[in-house]
């Protein structure tokens, strides 16, 4: 059983910056580098909706089009962790992130065929 914890949520001000971070960890041996990683968040009265995913070797990303060019997804599969880099952030992307795992290639990675999910953390953009 994977566990997916995430930090690095916070109140910041339209135009600031946050590094969202997700943090694997299982009762027994496990490869973090077998899983791939989604980043999806949560607007209150609004679906859970995919923000981004990165592969299971780090070589291959995509971006919802509301995100592109200002979030970053990335993994350090040698310390079992992946980051969301979000920068010039606006009001529209406040919203519980959640972090999401699964041994599945990116295309499929939709809410209802993943396992292993995070918490959530809250993101706050407002002045």
């Known amino acids: 059983q994977l566990k997916l914890m995430e930090s690095g949520g916070g109140l910041v001000q339209p135009g600031g910056s946050l590094r969202l971070s997700c943090s694997a960890s299982?009762?027994?041996?496990?490869?973090?580098?077998?899983?791939?990683i989604a980043w999806f968040r949560q607007a209150p009265g609004k679906e859970r909706e995919e923000v981004s995913c990165?592969?299971?070797?780090?070589?291959?990303?995509n971006y919802a089009d509301s995100v592109k060019g200002r979030f970053t997804i990335s993994r350090d599969n040698a310390n079992d962790t992946a980051y969301l880099q979000m920068g010039t952030l606006k009001p529209e992307d406040t919203a519980v992130y959640y972090c999401a795992a699964d041994t599945l290639p990116c295309a499929t990675m939709t809410p209802p065929n993943i396992r292993y999910w995070g918490q959530g953390t809250q993101v706050t953009v407002s002045s």
């Open positions: 990165i592969n299971m070797k780090g070589d291959r990303t």
């Open positions: 299982a009762p027994s041996a496990f490869t973090f580098h077998y899983y791939t």
